[in-house]
């Protein structure tokens, strides 16, 4: 059962255009919320992240909302760029720790944006 | 401040050997956790390590173990390889592993042949 889902694999998008990135999840238990970029031969690199307390988090180009009712969460990025070609990995998880933590990761979305 | 520092980078191995991937989180991090990522797969958590326990572990065969160190230095260890041990295996830490932001390592390129 997956519990965090990227539905779309990838996504093109124009230069300077907006991006919008989709995650769902089904675990009401997750109320912590991230988004990873990875590029090939990388590590995955934190972007942003978002608790259950906003619904809103803004960080430069890059937006995460947060939809808690439908569970749901999106990344937007404007104006997308070349260098923001990459593989992005949405995860949640708890908020406090009781003890272990751990992240459930979507199986992310390729974007690739066009010059 | 060092990232976290994953070694080897890559690696061949045969299938029934085993292999040991070492892993440094950042300096003052106490809690490191291993994933696996496979082509077309998200990346599947393992296990997470915190003052050298063990406190959560994946859905994984008990081929993959690991430990880790007073230093909070940590390994993974998988035992009689299988093809479908070929991943990228991902090392990560955070201070104390409770509702922090993990970072990740570059990772390690397993392939098994």
């Known amino acids: 059962d997956q519990q965090v889902k990227q539905n779309s694999p990838s996504l093109s998008v124009q230069e300077g255009r907006i991006s919008i990135l989709n995650c769902d999840y089904t675990n009401s238990m997750f109320d912590y919320f991230l988004w990873y970029k990875k590029y090939p031969a990388e590590g995955p690199t934190f972007l942003i992240s978002?608790?259950?307390?906003?619904d809103k988090n803004e960080d430069g180009r890059f937006t995460v909302f947060l939809n808690k009712s439908a569970k749901h969460l999106s990344l937007h990025i404007v104006p997308s760029q070349p260098g923001d070609s990459a593989v992005y990995f949405c995860?949640?998880?708890?908020?406090?720790?009781?003890?272990?933590?751990?992240?459930?990761f979507g199986k992310g979305t390729k974007l690739s944006v066009i010059p | 401040k060092a990232g976290v520092t994953q070694t080897p980078r890559y690696l061949i191995k045969t299938r029934g050997q085993q292999v040991t991937l070492s892993c440094s989180p950042i300096?003052?991090?106490?809690?490191v956790s291993w994933y696996q990522q496979t082509p077309g797969q998200g990346l599947q958590f393992l296990f997470e390590y915190f003052s050298e326990t063990q406190r959560n572990k994946g859905n994984f065969p008990g081929r993959f173990s690991g430990r880790q160190f007073s230093n909070s230095r940590s390994e993974m260890n998988v035992s009689t390889l299988e093809l479908g041990d070929s991943a990228l295996y991902l090392c990560a830490s955070s201070p104390d592993g409770s509702g922090n932001t993990i970072y990740f390592g570059e990772g390690s390129w397993l392939t098994v042949v």
């Open positions: 995860a949640a998880g708890p908020l406090s720790g009781a003890g272990s933590y751990q992240l459930t």
């Open positions: 300096s003052g991090h106490r809690s």
């Open positions: 978002i608790s259950s307390i906003k």
